[in-house]
Structures are given as C-alpha cells and as structure tokens.
C-alpha cells in the first residue's frame, strides 16, 4: 500500500495526498465490486497502479468501464509498463 501512497503522491498536482485519507480509500477501494486496483511490481518494488470503475448505463445497453487513475514511476516508464496495466483493466 505505501508503494501506491507513494506514486499516488506524485500524480497530485493541484492538491495534497492525506495518508489517512489515503489509507482509508484504499481499503473502501478494495472491497468494492465496482473498482478494480492492478499494482505493477518489479523486483518486489511497486511501480504503477491502475484505478478503475465499472458500472451500468442506459446508452451502452449494460456495463461501462473507465479508468480514473494510471501511474508508473517516472524511472519505469517506456517499458510497456503502463500498457500492461491498460490490458488488465480491459480483460
């Protein structure tokens, strides 16, 4: 979880990550069926998330997926990482 508190804080550009905050939405996030967290890891070291929702809708004639939050650590980035996590999502 820190590792994603950690790219969580660099993605932030207009406001402050709490960690308690943080802490507490990642446990909601979790547990809920609607959300979907993929961790990318290289060498037991985390280094991109993804955050995405699902949910129903009149106009598609059912579910409907879109992603609210992608990062990979600047250093990893370039390596397919990132299109990786895109392809779990979508599966």
């Given at each position: 979880m820190n590792g994603v508190l950690d790219?969580?804080?660099?993605?932030?550009?207009?406001?402050?990550v709490h960690e308690e905050s943080f802490r507490t939405s990642y446990s909601q996030l979790i547990d809920s069926p609607n959300a979907y967290i993929a961790i990318a890891e290289h060498d037991g070291q985390i280094v991109?998330?993804?955050?995405?929702?699902?949910?129903?809708?009149?106009?598609?004639?059912?579910?409907?997926?879109?992603v609210e939050e992608i990062m990979v650590h600047e250093s990893?980035?370039?390596?397919?990482?990132?299109?990786?996590?895109?392809?779990?999502?979508?599966?």
């Open positions: 790219l969580a804080t660099g993605f932030a550009t207009s406001f402050v991109g998330y993804i955050l995405g929702f699902e949910h129903l809708t009149f106009y598609a004639n059912g579910r409907v997926a879109w990893f980035r370039r390596q397919g990482i990132g299109e990786e996590l895109m392809f779990e999502f979508e599966a």
